[in-house]
């Protein structure tokens, strides 16, 4: 009777491991492995830096003008 | 340069946000695999957004009960960097969408609610640009503000929640319970989401600070 039953769930769970299996989310494993989404990290961090130097220069310069204006500070 | 402890918080939380953002676990979902990294990228462009249109709303209401050209200068700043988020985020959701929902434009009903939103919003740079009288134009756009962000609230945050949709956390779902049990994203989001409003403040506190030196004869 036990054995009946073991059997009769076993039949019904193996496709569905299977499946599970089959059904691993692709990632993006082989970028990881290879080391090469540290360049896309560098990159994007290379942009960043990029646009907030941009930024505290451009802040820097605004707040020389409104020294030089005598206007107050926002 | 007075204030630069929160510039600084800025630089830090997003410059996390850069590097964990991709180089942190996420879960594995098919369909969507690695693009839920835009998670920490699309999302926080539309909490900037939302938190800038709130802080406009305020400052047009200050500004009918002031009459003051600052309070307006501040409004309309601040929704122009609104704006800006707001193409931002619409520009990145059409970039996601093909790979996952199938299509750039799927009449999604928070599409469709944030196209009309943006559309109000474009409507308030239209109407400034009409009219001449600055007085005027400064109340009747303080007060078509306060109409838009009336608008904009249901239209984002109600009524796509009421029908089924493609977007996480609608169709009666309050929330992004979809990604919320992943504790790894969460630290990255919650940074991302904190670091790109300081970048939206910063960046209209610059366009406040031209403005208020562009109009100082008139202020002071």
């Known amino acids: ?74 | 340069m007075r204030k630069w402890w929160w510039k600084i918080i800025c630089i830090l939380f997003l410059g996390y946000t850069v590097v964990a953002g991709f180089l942190m676990p996420v879960p594995r979902l098919n369909i969507l695999n690695e693009t839920i990294r835009n998670l920490y990228f699309h999302v926080p462009m539309w909490f900037t957004m939302t938190i800038l249109f709130t802080a406009s709303f305020i400052y047009s209401i200050k500004y009918l009960r002031s009459s003051k050209l600052e309070d307006d200068i501040y409004a309309v700043q601040i929704t122009n960097t609104g704006i800006f988020f707001s193409i931002l985020g619409m520009c990145t959701g059409l970039e996601w969408a093909p790979y996952t929902w199938g299509a750039a434009w799927s009449n999604d009903p928070k599409q469709l609610a944030t196209a009309l939103s943006m559309l109000i919003y474009f409507a308030y740079i239209v109407l400034r640009g009409g009219i001449k009288d600055e007085e005027k134009r400064a109340k009747i756009s303080a007060v078509y503000n306060i109409f838009a962000y009336a608008l904009m609230i249901p239209l984002l945050f109600i009524l796509p929640r009421m029908v089924a949709s493609l977007h996480p956390g609608n169709g009666g779902n309050p929330g992004f319970n979809t990604y919320d049990l992943d504790s790894d994203m969460k630290k990255v989001f919650y940074t991302a989401g904190l670091g790109w409003i300081l970048l939206g403040v910063w960046i209209a506190s610059l366009k406040i600070r031209v403005e208020l030196i562009k109009y100082k004869d008139e202020l002071y």
């Open chain 1, 1 to 74: 009777m036990h054995k009946a039953l073991f059997f009769s769930i076993l039949f019904f769970l193996l496709p569905s491991l299977a499946i599970a299996q089959e059904t691993q989310a692709e990632m993006a494993d082989t970028m990881r492995s290879n080391g090469k989404i540290y360049v896309v990290v560098l990159v994007l961090a290379t942009i960043f830096a990029g646009i907030i130097l941009y930024l505290v220069r451009l802040d820097r310069k605004i707040t020389r003008i409104e020294k030089n204006q005598g206007t107050k500070q926002a």
